[in-house]
């Protein structure tokens, strides 16, 4: 293992410390801040949180850097603790402090912290449920890059973060002509009842990703209104898809998840519930719509591009794996 400077001590997270995690985390990527609420909720208190995979870097009696490994304690479905995978969700160095090795010896010590708990793989940063980004942005920090491919960590895939402005945003004529159309034929098309949830909660858990399930239903828990969310239920009631907004954080700002049934896309209703959708932010006051995380070359990534969202970020999902 790479050794820092000797004034530098590395040690696991101790309570006290995360103001200045959320502080040096700012200061190293001003670009990504985090303030100390936001760094406790998605971190200190995320269910798989294990203060020894906190590294902590301190000097004079200063934390000039940290690293954050994760392991699952609680499966994200079913039984599956996913033993031989690791995360590593974030890490940092105090642009004052950079040059010395630092951020590597984090990075090592994190990365045998998650081996001796039997991972066989390690992944930055694609962490479920509270991930901060998706991936490594290599452009805005081609530093941490460089430090990544020199510990082998290589990119798994690729995915995009997209952003649309909702200022000049109407809902097109063809648009609203279909969404018409498809109520004449008896399909429902709006807010969610209650007991909606139920079925919805259940396509988006066993026909998309359980971690969607998770989100949504832990959004609805805290305060959600069901208004940020729409559902179509084809003439027979069968639930067919859906989009929302504010799940996250409550971000109103922020769209999805947004799920259609693989038998029905297509069909041209995943475009409508996209629109309706859009309506309603902009009716909530949102001057934007913005998501992290999309295939560019997808079926949504075109749809997403096609409605007038633009790449804004390109993220790097890397993945180490042990010989």
Not at 266 to 289: D, F, K, N, Y
């Amino acid at each position: 293992m790479s050794k820092p400077d000797d004034a530098v001590t590395l040690r696991a997270f101790r309570p006290g410390d995360g103001p200045a995690l959320a502080d040096g985390w700012t200061a190293a990527a001003p670009g990504d801040g985090i303030t100390y609420p936001r760094f406790r909720d998605l971190c200190l208190l995320d269910r798989n949180f294990d203060p020894e995979g906190l590294v902590v870097a301190e000097s004079g009696g200063q934390i000039i850097g940290s690293a954050y490994g994760v392991r699952r304690l609680v499966a994200a479905d079913g039984a599956d603790l996913e033993s031989d995978f690791g995360w590593i969700p974030f890490f940092f160095v105090r642009p004052d402090a950079r040059g010395n090795g630092i951020g590597r010896a984090l990075l090592e010590r994190v990365i045998g912290w998650l081996r001796a708990h039997g991972a066989t793989s390690v992944f930055f940063s694609s962490y479920t449920p509270n991930y901060f980004l998706p991936g490594l942005d290599a452009e805005r920090y081609p530093a941490a890059a460089r430090l990544l491919d020199s510990l082998g960590f290589a990119t798994h895939y690729e995915c995009v973060a997209m952003d649309r402005t909702l200022n000049d945003y109407l809902v097109p004529e063809t648009i609203a002509a279909k969404i018409e159309a498809l109520r004449a034929d008896g399909y429902r098309l709006g807010t969610p009842s209650v007991d909606d949830l139920v079925d919805l909660i259940t396509i988006a858990g066993d026909r998309f990703n359980p971690d969607w399930a998770r989100a949504i239903r832990e959004a609805v828990v805290a305060g959600l209104p069901l208004e940020r969310i729409v559902i179509v239920r084809d003439p027979k009631g069968v639930m067919l898809g859906w989009a929302m907004h504010g799940t996250y954080e409550s971000v109103i700002e922020r769209f999805g998840p947004f799920g259609v049934l693989s038998e029905s896309r297509g069909t041209g209703l995943g475009e409508v519930l996209l629109h309706l959708a859009l309506e309603r932010m902009r009716a909530a006051g949102a001057h934007g719509a913005w998501f992290l995380w999309t295939d560019e070359d997808s079926a949504a990534g075109h749809l997403y591009l096609k409605t007038g969202f633009a790449v804004t970020r390109r993220f790097r999902v890397m993945r180490q794996v042990f010989a």
